[in-house]
């Protein structure tokens, strides 16, 4: 049988462990990563009608994204899942906020 006083310390000495000034940064620096992920995307399409070598262009920009973004995420990480997983919830959430806010301009674009 279970014992639910002690579960319930185990569940709070889970609780306290986890350093909440350490997820909140990890929070900003997901974000961070995101835009910087994000937004080298975006300048990146936006390059690609200009460049002579379209492929190498993409291909060189993904890769500079992606190892720093991985990099990023190791260093947030420090050994501590929940600091990544909340790393990558702010990362997703600037991955949200960024489609809603370029796709009206680019919805307009086309229009024109």
Do not use: C, H
């Amino acid at each position: 049988m279970i014992d639910l006083s002690e579960s319930k310390i185990v569940a709070y000495e889970a609780l306290v462990s986890i350093d909440f000034a350490g997820v909140f940064v990890s929070l900003i620096a997901g974000t961070a990563l995101g835009l910087l992920y994000f937004g080298g995307l975006w300048l990146t399409v936006k390059r690609l009608p200009k460049s002579s070598l379209p492929a190498l262009l993409t291909m060189g920009s993904f890769l500079v994204r992606t190892g720093i973004v991985i990099l990023g995420f190791y260093y947030i990480m420090e050994g501590r899942l929940e600091r990544l997983l909340v790393a990558m919830v702010g990362f997703l959430i600037t991955r949200i906020f960024l489609v809603r806010l370029i796709n009206p301009v680019q919805a307009k674009l086309r229009k024109t």
